[in-house]
């Protein structure tokens, strides 16, 4: 391969893992911004995702001809019923939790995180389950770049629900109340917002998105077992640091930036891709110390 | 007389052991506009925070059109027509001007209603108009507290609550805010008045109470209140 064929290759890796992240960082994001919490919980929902995606395929298969029907079915109803367990565990661990100091809640998240991933460690023995999709795997050149269907429609897939988050977000009343909620929840109220209800279409949104990302990632690497969010949920956040935590095109940014930055990192002479991780937490570290805000965070200032 | 429309009994509010309150009785009638005076300390801003639930009640009641409101939850109260601009204003400086006055009508689902009634506030407020794409906190004082009233009347409230809206301004705009309140007032909202500012708030207001350490200690006509020698020493400054 020339150096172009690789740097195209690896653009389109970065661009394509990055999504994963972007999707997962989002529900990170989405939450700590509304009630400044780090929900430990987000990548087991994300790897619940992926299970309750392969479940609901495994039904569909014999009745559905088409994969990618089958896929998008399960796809759109994973979100959902993930995206209820979501508002349920909001409901049932965090609300009560809101009014107790953050590092309750906090403790909270990891306990709830604890019960997912052994709940499906249990009914799974803990073993990697093949994620069977139906879907051919061969490979075409669009240029000199090299392509599979399904690697195609995973990206696309990824950016138009980013997409239509973004418009979720900007364009109706809920995503505005969203947004203030996040910069001032007492005068939200004072608005007649009803902020419980929009912390749980909050849990809702993140959680779906989680789970798409949970059944692409499954898609896409073939396999899933009950510790799949764990690497994920720290890049993720990762992303969601590098973006400026809370803000959700941060989010989706520092997710793609993340895939690039690990795409293009394991192509440095001597550095393979066994320290692609390493890579990708240095730069947490280092956007911790110098820009602890992230790329579009903004430093706090009150005026009065 | 007019129907009373607000009513606050034996109101007691408490912040732990803290009394902010101490079993207030303020009566606000239809069309009329009601002044709470008083110090910083003195429980005017915990009276708003306390009508509007954002704080709860520990004693007493908040009747609204003879309704029980005491225990309702904010959203609900605001539904219901009563409406508290803050102290400070509080507008969302991070979203644009014109997404303010939109969250301004949450409650709202209709759409088209929303746009006429910005327009609405937009004739009121020229200003909002002018700078409606651009972000909250870029506003002067003057215009944010503009925006701060105008995103409250979104609502279409039956009461206005507004919580010092003279503070930090310079007096020509603290006069210009008052103008408004009197027209807001004349087109037929209710509106109850917190002030520091006891000359101005009396000069518009029709009625007022005194609140000292979480009692009120006076209340009356404001033409009676704005002679009270005790009042004048206090609060006018003569």
């Given amino acids: 391969m020339t150096s172009w064929e690789i740097f195209l290759q690896q653009l389109f890796n970065g661009l394509l893992v990055g999504s994963f992240y972007g999707l ?68 049932v661990a965090y609300r009560p939790m809101l009014k107790a100091p953050r590092l309750s809640i906090l403790i909270t998240a990891l306990a709830v995180s604890m019960i997912l991933y052994n709940t499906v460690l249990l009914m799974t023995q803990g073993q990697y389950k093949p994620f069977t999709t139906g879907l051919t795997h061969e490979s075409f050149y669009i240029g000199a770049l090299r392509m599979t269907e399904t690697r195609m429609v995973l990206l696309l897939a990824a950016l138009v629900l980013m997409f239509l988050l973004h418009m979720f977000i900007t364009r109706t009343m809920y995503g505005k109340a969203m947004r203030a909620i996040a910069l001032d929840r007492d005068t939200c109220q004072l608005m007649g917002v009803n902020v419980y209800m929009i912390i749980a279409i909050t849990f809702f949104v993140g959680s779906a998105l989680a789970a798409a990302a949970g059944i692409m990632a499954g898609v896409y690497y073939g396999t899933v077992h009950f510790f799949m969010g764990f690497l994920i949920g720290l890049k993720a956040f990762t992303a969601a640091v590098i973006g400026g935590i809370g803000i959700i095109p941060g989010a989706m940014l520092g997710g793609l930036l993340l895939g690039l930055l690990e795409a ?41 | 007389m007019s129907e009373t429309i607000l009513e606050l009994k034996n109101l007691e509010t408490r912040y732990g052991q803290i009394y902010a309150l101490r079993g207030i009785n303020i009566e606000v009638k239809k069309g009329e506009i009601v002044t709470l005076l008083g110090a910083n300390g003195a429980g005017k801003s915990t009276t708003l925070k306390t009508i509007s639930s954002l704080v709860p009640a520990s004693e007493g009641t908040v009747k609204y059109f003879g309704e029980d409101i005491t225990h309702s939850a904010p959203y609900s109260i605001v539904e219901k027509g009563l409406i508290h601009v803050p102290e400070g204003r509080m507008i969302f400086k991070e979203l644009t001007v014109l997404e303010n006055l939109e969250l301004g009508s949450f409650t709202l689902k209709d759409n088209i209603e929303r746009k006429k009634r910005i327009n609405r506030v937009c004739e009121l407020f020229p200003v909002l108009k002018e700078r409606q794409k651009q972000m909250g906190g870029f506003l002067s004082g003057g215009e944010q507290q503009m925006l701060a009233i105008g995103r409250a009347l979104m609502t279409e409230p039956k009461i206005l609550m507004l919580d010092e809206p003279s503070m930090g301004l310079a007096p020509i705009i603290v006069q210009n805010i008052m103008d408004i309140i009197k027209q807001i007032n004349s087109e037929g909202t209710t509106i109850l008045l917190v002030e520091q500012n006891a000359k101005v708030a009396l000069k518009l207001a029709d009625r007022g109470y005194v609140l000292e350490t979480g009692e009120i200690v006076m209340e009356g006509n404001a033409d009676v209140l704005s002679t009270d020698e005790s009042i004048v020493k206090a609060y006018l400054g003569e």
Wanted: charged share 10%; proline share 3%; glycine share 12%.
């Fill in chain 1, 264 to 304: 293009f990192g394991t192509q440095i002479p001597f550095i393979g891709s066994s320290w692609r991780d390493v890579f990708t937490f240095v730069f947490l570290i280092l956007f911790l110390i110098f820009k602890p805000n992230g790329l579009l965070g903004r430093i706090e200032s009150e005026r009065m």
């Fill in chain 1, 24 to 91: 997962v960082a989002i529900g990170y994001s989405m939450v700590y911004g509304i009630i400044k919490l780090l929900n430990f919980a987000h990548a087991d929902i994300y790897m619940c995702g992926a299970f309750s995606g392969l479940i609901i395929l495994g039904f569909l298969n014999p009745y559905v001809g088409n994969e990618w029907l089958g896929i998008i079915i399960a796809l759109l109803l994973s979100m959902v019923l993930v995206g209820l367990l979501g508002v349920v565990i909001q409901r």
